[in-house]
């Protein structure tokens, strides 16, 4: 780690402020209640001893020790076994707080001296502030106690300061000024009224900032979500098939096995709709994993293509991204032939006219019939509707679902059908026939997954760099 800088312990945050707090800065983080401030701080205390071997003290004016510690508990922060070693001390100040601000300064700076603290957190500054006689004293508490002290021993600190709800101003209006850094949190709602929460880094010295605003979850710990193209993957492996539960398809994801249950229904019909701003690969993320567990189950796929992709694209992308042969793909993937892009001979290249849908449609069931005789097997049937109705017209595209709902359901395949922006009419007869309707949105640059059918939660999309293959991380945004 960079010398100038204090890695934060913060899971995604150092990569977006140059490696960590600068060191031995001021660093006032602030929201409103249940906003997550004192996780963040904990983490910062705990992961700062524990991984970076730096001593660390937490000073609450709010909580005592005992209800910190067994708050922190569920975090996996083990605070009484790093008191024990000396590298911890927790100071609890919830009594002192009508015995003079100056002596609580004091027993702060005594500790840091003692312990050579590296790290420091007041929690809450607005707590102290309170106690002050008039509004000035809070400006030069800071700058003439706490901002010289600390920089003077390189102690990062974190102040923590109280939003009240429906108030935009932060505690005494001269922390932010003073401070080397803001970081302030909110809870808000995206995704048709799912609970999401936002960090936002308004200051940081000496810190290049690419972007105001980033997504950040409570769950297993305080995580910040990096833009997707930030994070990269290189595939080590080649698709490993997951088992179907009884009466599912595996989506070829665990994590979004899980949030649906199990998988996709047998028989089933799934609408998947992509907002603005979500790249090929956004939604490629949670789809082609489905594609690759039927193909691995020795089982057919039939597509239909979003524009601007052909067979020879699709093909090659399944090699490279899940490790698959041609043969493999030659005896289980076909593609319809919609587009002029669709004009290159290809091994997986159903050619169709795109004029009349009842003969387009008698290509396309023989297509399924010829997969289900070679393979014994249900088929995948991925559709894109835009295209459909780009090519048949609203009228065509109607009747070919009603065609293809009523067969998906009779022989048990499974039709994942997607739809972009911008045609609400399609969406909502689609939605309509649907088993399982899933919404995929961005902001903030990182694309958020959640349930219209069933009703789920709001989940950010990452790559998962565990897997040796592209796959989904899904992390509920609690």
Same mark, same amino acid.
């Given at each position: 780690?960079?010398?100038?800088?204090?890695?934060?312990?913060?899971?995604?945050?150092?990569?977006? +402020?140059?490696?960590?707090?600068?060191?031995?800065?001021?660093?006032?983080?602030?929201?409103?209640?249940?906003?997550?401030?004192?996780?963040?701080?904990?983490?910062?205390?705990?992961?700062?001893?524990?991984?970076?071997?730096?001593?660390?003290?937490?000073?609450?004016?709010?909580?005592?020790?005992?209800?910190?510690?067994? =708050?922190?508990?569920?975090?996996?922060?083990?605070? =009484?076994?790093?008191?024990?070693?000396?590298?911890?001390?927790?100071?609890?100040?919830?009594?002192?707080?009508?015995?003079?601000?100056?002596?609580?300064?004091?027993?702060?700076?005594?500790?840091?001296?003692?312990?050579?603290?590296?790290?420091?957190?007041?929690?809450?500054? =607005?707590?102290?502030?309170?106690?002050?006689?008039?509004?000035?004293?809070?400006?030069?508490?800071?700058?003439?106690?706490?901002?010289?002290?600390?920089?003077?021993?390189?102690?990062?600190?974190?102040?923590?300061?109280?939003?009240?709800?429906?108030?935009?101003?932060?505690?005494?209006?001269?922390?932010?000024?003073?401070?080397?850094?803001?970081?302030?949190?909110?809870?808000?709602?995206?995704?048709?009224?799912?609970?999401?929460?936002?960090?936002? +880094?308004?200051?940081?010295?000496?810190?290049?900032?690419?972007?105001?605003?980033?997504?950040?979850?409570?769950?297993?710990?305080?995580?910040?979500?990096?833009?997707?193209?930030?994070?990269?993957?290189?595939?080590?492996?080649?698709?490993?098939?997951?088992?179907?539960?009884?009466?599912?398809?595996?989506?070829?994801?665990?994590?979004?096995?899980?949030?649906?249950?199990?998988?996709?229904?047998?028989?089933?019909?799934?609408?998947?709709? +992509?907002?603005?701003?979500? =790249? !090929?690969? !956004?939604?490629?993320?949670?789809?082609?994993?489905?594609?690759?567990?039927?193909?691995? !189950?020795?089982?057919?796929?039939?597509?239909?293509?979003?524009?601007?992709?052909?067979?020879?694209?699709?093909?090659?992308?399944?090699?490279?991204?899940?490790?698959?042969?041609?043969?493999?793909?030659?005896?289980?993937?076909?593609?319809?032939?919609?587009?002029?892009?669709?004009?290159?001979?290809?091994?997986?290249?159903?050619?169709?006219?795109?004029?009349?849908?009842?003969?387009?449609?008698?290509?396309?069931?023989?297509?399924?019939?010829?997969?289900?005789?070679?393979?014994?097997?249900?088929?995948?049937?991925?559709?894109?509707?835009?295209?459909?109705?780009?090519?048949?017209?609203?009228?065509?595209?109607?009747?070919?679902?009603?065609?293809?709902?009523?067969?998906?359901?009779?022989?048990?395949?499974?039709?994942?059908?997607?739809?972009?922006?911008?045609?609400?009419?399609?969406?909502?007869?689609?939605?309509?026939?649907?088993?399982?309707?899933?919404?995929?949105?961005?902001?903030?640059?990182?694309?958020?997954?959640?349930?219209?059918?069933?009703?789920?939660?709001?989940?950010?999309?990452?790559?998962?760099?565990?897997?040796?293959?592209?796959?989904?991380?899904?992390?509920?945004?609690?």
């Amino acid at each position: 780690m960079a010398d100038d800088r204090a890695p934060t312990g913060i899971y995604g945050l150092d990569l977006l +402020i140059d490696g960590g707090f600068p060191r031995g800065s001021l660093i006032l983080l602030a929201g409103n209640p249940g906003t997550g401030k004192t996780i963040f701080s904990a983490q910062y205390i705990y992961r700062g001893v524990k991984e970076y071997g730096e001593p660390g003290i937490y000073v609450s004016l709010c909580e005592s020790r005992d209800a910190f510690y067994k =708050s922190m508990m569920r975090f996996g922060f083990a605070f =009484s076994r790093l008191e024990e070693t000396g590298d911890f001390r927790f100071l609890d100040l919830v009594t002192m707080k009508g015995k003079g601000v100056t002596q609580i300064i004091r027993m702060i700076i005594d500790a840091v001296y003692e312990m050579k603290a590296k790290r420091l957190v007041i929690d809450s500054f =607005s707590a102290l502030v309170q106690a002050l006689e008039k509004p000035i004293d809070a400006r030069i508490l800071l700058q003439t106690i706490l901002s010289r002290i600390i920089r003077t021993v390189k102690c990062t600190t974190i102040l923590v300061s109280e939003v009240p709800f429906g108030s935009e101003r932060i505690g005494a209006s001269v922390e932010e000024f003073v401070a080397d850094g803001v970081i302030i949190l909110r809870k808000g709602e995206h995704g048709e009224g799912r609970l999401a929460r936002e960090l936002s +880094i308004t200051k940081m010295r000496g810190t290049r900032l690419t972007q105001p605003l980033y997504f950040f979850t409570l769950e297993g710990g305080f995580r910040v979500f990096q833009p997707l193209e930030l994070q990269r993957y290189e595939r080590k492996g080649k698709f490993r098939p997951i088992t179907d539960p009884p009466g599912r398809f595996s989506t070829g994801s665990n994590d979004l096995d899980r949030i649906l249950g199990g998988g996709y229904p047998k028989g089933g019909i799934v609408l998947f709709e +992509i907002g603005e701003n979500i =790249s !090929n690969f !956004n939604w490629q993320l949670i789809l082609f994993p489905t594609l690759a567990n039927f193909i691995a !189950n020795n089982r057919g796929c039939l597509i239909v293509p979003i524009g601007g992709s052909d067979a020879g694209l699709l093909a090659s992308k399944m090699k490279r991204m899940y490790g698959f042969t041609d043969d493999e793909l030659n005896g289980l993937l076909r593609v319809f032939g919609l587009s002029a892009g669709d004009g290159m001979e290809s091994p997986y290249l159903i050619k169709v006219k795109g004029e009349d849908i009842m003969e387009d449609y008698a290509v396309w069931v023989r297509t399924i019939e010829e997969l289900k005789n070679r393979t014994g097997q249900p088929i995948l049937e991925f559709v894109s509707i835009d295209m459909m109705e780009i090519t048949y017209g609203i009228r065509g595209l109607r009747r070919l679902l009603g065609m293809a709902v009523a067969r998906t359901r009779r022989e048990g395949n499974l039709t994942i059908g997607i739809v972009g922006p911008g045609v609400e009419h399609v969406s909502k007869r689609a939605a309509a026939l649907s088993d399982i309707h899933l919404k995929l949105i961005r902001d903030h640059g990182t694309p958020l997954l959640y349930g219209c059918k069933p009703r789920t939660a709001l989940y950010a999309v990452e790559i998962d760099q565990a897997s040796p293959y592209p796959l989904p991380r899904l992390t509920q945004m609690t």
